[in-house]
């Protein structure tokens, strides 16, 4: 079985470019979330969707920061403009029940 | 609000020996969830074990048990006959159960880093 696939799994950019990370839930999951880990604060949730609909964002850092989730499988979240601070390792996970999240393998983020 | 702490940054075990990974939560939820994850040098998220606050026993999966201890807001990892292969680092995560906007919401500690000597 496929789990939650994301990509790219490495980006590279230059502060001020957009950045659009991308993730497939594992089918038939209805939660997606996304998490951020970096060495200073760990791991920290972004933002998750239920049903399509997202949840709770209070983990966003701030305005530069969006999610989308247009269907069930699949789902965005982008950083525009993107700045060094962002340089991070982001997670997507999915759950059916809310209890076990099976993680994606991540996107590593570096932004120059 | 939630919080998790784990005290030990690292720790070394020697291979075929157990290991206890400590965990401390403070939370004002009634009911939530307890988790270990497991984050090798690759990179990926492992899920190793669940313990739910309401669970009366202590959760078992194959080498890994949860030792829960609620009054003491404890939830400490055991891995028992480690194996070269559990260096990694190991992650302790809550969550609130119940109600659709905070179910699954994980907060995870800093982690302990573990490392199997042969």
């Known amino acids: 079985d496929a789990g939650v696939i994301q990509s790219p799994r490495h980006e590279v950019t230059e502060m001020g470019q957009e950045v659009t990370l991308r993730c497939k839930p594992i089918?038939?999951?209805?939660?997606l979330f996304w998490y951020r880990q970096t060495m200073m604060r760990g791991l920290e949730l972004l933002i998750y969707?239920?049903?399509?609909?997202?949840?709770?964002d209070s983990g966003m850092p701030e305005d530069r920061f969006s999610a989308k989730m247009p269907n069930a499988s699949f789902s965005t979240l982008k950083i525009q403009p993107s700045e060094p601070r962002d340089s991070a390792v982001y997670f997507c996970?999915?759950?059916?029940?809310?209890?076990?999240?099976?993680f994606g393998p991540g996107t590593r983020l570096t932004v120059l | 609000a939630q919080k998790i702490t784990q005290t030990q940054p690292g720790m070394f075990v020697q291979e075929k020996e157990a290991v206890t990974l400590d965990c401390t939560y403070d939370t004002s939820d009634p009911s939530y969830g307890l988790f270990w994850y497991k984050q090798p040098s690759s990179g990926e998220m492992i899920f190793l074990i669940y313990q739910g606050s309401y669970d009366q026993q202590n959760a078992t999966e194959g080498r890994y048990s949860l030792n829960f201890q609620k009054a003491r807001k404890s939830a400490n990892l055991v891995i028992s006959a480690s194996q070269l292969g559990d260096s990694a680092m190991y992650f302790c995560?809550?969550?609130?159960?119940?109600?659709?906007?905070?179910?699954?919401?994980?907060?995870f500690g800093a982690g302990t880093q573990v490392v199997v000597t042969p």
């Open positions: 089918s038939g999951h209805n939660s």
């Open positions: 996970a999915s759950s059916l029940t809310g209890y076990e999240q099976f």
């Open positions: 995560a809550m969550s609130p159960l119940g109600g659709t906007d905070s179910w699954g919401k994980l907060q």
């Open positions: 969707f239920n049903n399509n609909v997202p949840i709770d």
